[in-house]
């Protein structure tokens, strides 16, 4: 559709400009809570809320205070709530059986938030780099990363997930096959409203630094991962790796990182309809809240204007460590 436009002075584009209320009846896009996902870290422990420090406002959460902080959220409106586990070094290894430990980190977290009456959906991280001694989201022998093996063990992780109540699995590994796997896996289960949200084009990216601080696996992290995240430079292949997820099963897709990634969401969006979510990762909340506490920006305007960005790139929604902060702002 191309927009008509009279001559001047019959069109002055800035009367649509003139007021707030005026500006209000035009916006094409808006921001609503219903768009948020909050992802948040749990670690052992009880009554511990821990600060992240490359992550200022961040919090390392006991599993107890987890739980509050669901029941923070579902009072603010936040339709969802992402799980990622600080796994102590002592329970990785070689082989990330803890991944698939019905009673791990996770699991426990997810199991403590339904215990509690608010009715909200608890998404999850399906990937073995939390578990795994060399900090990789698949299994590593001699240094190379496996496919296939490594599925066996995400769909392992995936069922113990849904068994634990989860809502929506959130595959982040970028193996080959896996959503396909996991898909009949859980319809094996019996498990058939669980929905996955794939991390279908996720980027090899340096946006990603403070969490893997958050989830203490900077230090484990032997190499990159270039040979399964994508790379920074292509944009056609993140419509064969969101077009195949779907055909496996995914419900739901994602772009991960981000605002330097807003071609890719508009693209997707547009070539397939279906619901698109972004993550805002660590390293895009770092940026802003450092320039923020510097006095360089205004913080709050940035946060806003930046998940306002993803609405005009056509997603549905956005994983942003802003979610309670815009909640709170957005429901005045
Ligand atoms: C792990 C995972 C990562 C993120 C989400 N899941 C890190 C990585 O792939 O190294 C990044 C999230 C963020 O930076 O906020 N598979």
Redesign the pocket.
């Known amino acids: 559709m191309k927009p008509t436009v009279a001559p001047f002075p019959a069109a002055r584009l800035r009367r649509t400009r003139v007021s707030p209320a005026i500006r209000g009846l035009v916006r094409e896009n808006t921001l609503t809570t219903d768009d948020l996902i909050w ?1 948040v870290f749990v670690r052992d422990g009880e009554g511990i809320e821990e600060p992240v420090s490359s992550m200022p406002g961040v919090l390392r959460r006991s599993v107890d205070k987890i739980a509050e902080a669901a029941c923070e959220a579902q009072a603010l409106g936040i339709p969802a709530i992402c799980l ?1 586990p600080y796994t102590d070094a002592s329970l990785k290894t070689e082989d990330c059986a803890e991944a698939w430990n019905p009673d791990n980190l996770c699991n426990r977290a997810i199991r403590a938030i339904k215990q509690v009456p608010p009715d909200i959906a608890v998404m999850t ?1 399906v ?1 073995l ?1 939390p578990y795994n001694i060399n900090g990789h ?1 698949g299994y590593v022998v001699n240094g190379e990363i496996l496919n296939d093996e490594t599925i066996e063990a995400l769909v392992k992780m995936t069922l113990a997930q849904a068994e634990a109540g989860a809502d929506i699995i959130g595959p ?2 970028m193996m080959d096959g896996r959503i396909g796997a996991m898909r009949s896996a859980l319809e094996a289960a019996g498990h058939r409203n669980v929905s996955i949200l794939s ?1 279908s084009a ?1 980027y090899a990216s340096g ?2 630094g ?3 601080d958050a989830v203490g ?1 900077s230090g484990a ?1 032997q190499g990159d ?1 270039k040979t399964y ?1 994508m790379d920074p430079g292509n944009s056609d292949e993140a419509m064969r790796l969101i077009e195949r997820d779907l055909r496996e099963g995914a419900d739901m897709v994602m772009v ?2 981000g605002i330097a990634y807003l071609d890719i969401c508009y693209r997707v969006k547009s070539t397939f309809g279906t619901p698109t979510f972004a ?1 805002q ?3 895009e ?1 770092a940026m802003i809240q450092a320039a923020a506490q510097n006095g360089w920006i205004d913080g709050e305007k940035v946060m806003l204007e930046s998940l306002m960005a993803f609405k005009r790139a056509g997603c549905d929604g956005v994983l942003t ?1 802003f979610a309670p902060e815009t909640a709170r702002i957005l429901n005045g």
């Open positions: 992802p990622f991280d990937a780099d989201d982040s590994d991390y996720k946006y990603y403070p969490f893997r696996a992290l991962k995240q991960k990182p993550y990762v660590s390293g909340y460590y």
